[in-house]
């Protein structure tokens, strides 16, 4: 059965002036564009739904001349990566007529909860209508309590979610998981007097709006005709924000859980300047995520810094992020497209600073390019520690056969260092130096426990409470 691998971008706004939020949604989502690149849809105050393929600046023409002649004073969008299905999975997706729903994240037990259900999940291979029609099912039974509906919920679903749903009555709801996996905040936009809740901060910032505060885990924001409520549906646990978001996912612009995406990553570099305390004639990030890292490592290593490595940028492909592109020939397009300076890098030793590592084949192909170029050595050094396991919360490595830390290690109990000496052999660079788990952490300003590196580790055990529907040979995707 096809693995459900969701990471995506949701935007919710409501307006208490009667403004038309229709371009805050539609912006906000370009905005998240780097959250997902297959898809986008927007549903504006029930009345009006629009889902189509591709990115959003695609279809954006298209989507304002086929607006009809009124204001929409709610609405919910998303924007799509690597989801199984087709184009009928395009969200926001219809509950019957109870609901629409965004999600952004992975509900793990999906198919045990469609077959509870009575869903075919040889069918329903979406875990967001899954949990969907779950909702509503909790729902109808609760008469319309949403904020025991979800405390349910949460009893039975495993995974993460932050869900935007939108109801018949133009009402708003924002949902963010008890454990807070998934990045989410809550934004003001003065002048129109309109609420807004991104998956990132960099969302609010493109619409004007001031960034209020994050949502916090199991809270439920919502936005009907009397006002903005917060609801505590569950009891609040330490978040266990995604480390990866901070490495790779988020924008650099964005703030998360109180910190600043760029400076995180500035801090990865000069600590791993001291975890690892190199000299090389310059240092090259690996566009795009990795350049403030580089930037730290550089600063901490007294380094020239070259941006000797470029995207093309000037076909359709050259504008896409490569990691989350669904199909690995895609993959390869993207970064056989990073062409590097030859007068920068010719007779150098090189150190490459990238943001990970998780199947190899595009840190190979960048070690072929520099050598091709002329470098005479080329290292990498790596922000996120080696991904050896599967994650289940929302990034797409759901088969550890795909991941290279994986294959150099099976058999074996590597450490980080052995890891890196195999995975430098396996992509010809002359070493692959890689963060720690507790270095990371420390980047980001949190204790190594309110982090999550399940897929570094591949301890799932301290990310949700099992309940008894799950087992956790399942949960591990044993």
Not at 204 to 218: M, N, S, T
């Amino acid at each position: 059965m096809t693995s459900v691998r969701e990471k995506c971008g949701i935007v919710m706004a409501r307006s208490y002036s009667g403004h038309d939020v229709s371009g805050f949604v539609v912006n906000g989502l370009k905005a998240l564009q780097h959250r997902g690149q297959e898809g986008w849809g927007v549903s504006l105050s029930w009345k009006f739904v629009f889902r189509r393929g591709g990115l959003v600046s695609h279809a954006e023409r298209e989507f304002y001349s086929s607006l009809p002649n009124e204001r929409f004073t709610s609405g919910i969008g998303h924007v799509r990566y690597s989801t199984v299905g087709g184009a009928e999975y395009i969200q926001p997706l219809d509950i019957g007529e109870s609901f629409r729903i965004a999600h952004n994240g992975t509900i793990a037990n999906y198919q045990r909860l469609a077959l509870e259900c009575g869903l075919d999940p040889r069918y329903y291979m979406s875990d967001t209508l899954v949990a969907g029609v779950l909702i509503e099912k909790l729902l109808t039974k609760r008469e319309g309590d949403w904020v025991g509906t979800l405390n349910e919920f949460v009893r039975v679903a495993c995974g993460s979610f932050c869900f935007a749903i939108q109801l018949p009555n133009s009402d708003v709801i924002a949902v963010r998981d008890p454990m807070g996996f998934r990045p989410l905040c809550l934004g003001h936009h003065n002048e129109t007097d309109t609420y807004v809740v991104a998956s990132e901060s960099c969302a609010l910032d493109v619409l004007g709006a001031d960034l209020i505060r994050d949502v916090k885990p199991g809270e439920a924001i919502i936005m009907s005709k009397d006002g903005v409520e917060s609801v505590q549906y569950v009891e609040q646990k330490e978040s266990r924000i995604c480390a990866f978001e901070y490495v790779y996912f988020a924008h650099p612009s964005s703030i998360i859980e109180g910190a600043s995406v760029y400076e995180v990553r500035r801090m990865m570099g000069k600590l791993l300047a001291e975890k690892y305390p190199l000299n090389g004639d310059l240092v090259v990030p690996v566009p795009e995520s990795a350049r403030p890292a580089a930037l730290g490592f550089a600063e901490a290593r007294r380094i020239p810094i070259e941006e000797a490595l470029v995207k093309y940028r000037y076909f359709w492909k050259g504008r896409m992020r490569g990691f989350i592109e669904p199909k690995s020939d895609d993959r390869n397009e993207v970064s056989r497209w990073i062409i590097p300076i030859k007068s920068a890098v010719k007779d150098k030793e090189v150190i490459l600073v990238e943001d990970s590592i998780v199947r190899g084949t595009t840190a190979k192909e960048i070690v072929e390019t520099m050598r091709r170029a002329g470098a005479k050595r080329v290292g990498i050094v790596v922000t996120f520690p080696p991904i050896a396991h599967p994650c289940f919360m929302g990034i797409d490595f759901p088969d550890r056969s795909e991941l290279i830390a994986h294959k150099v290690s099976v058999g074996t109990e590597s450490g980080i260092e052995k890891t890196g000496e195999r995975v430098a052999r396996e992509i010809g660079a002359d070493y692959v130096l890689y963060n720690d788990p507790e270095t990371l952490a420390r980047a980001i300003g949190r204790r190594l426990g309110q982090i999550c590196v399940s897929c570094v580790t591949g301890d799932y055990g301290q990310l949700v409470d099992l309940p008894l529907t799950t087992t956790r040979r399942e949960f591990k995707g044993g």
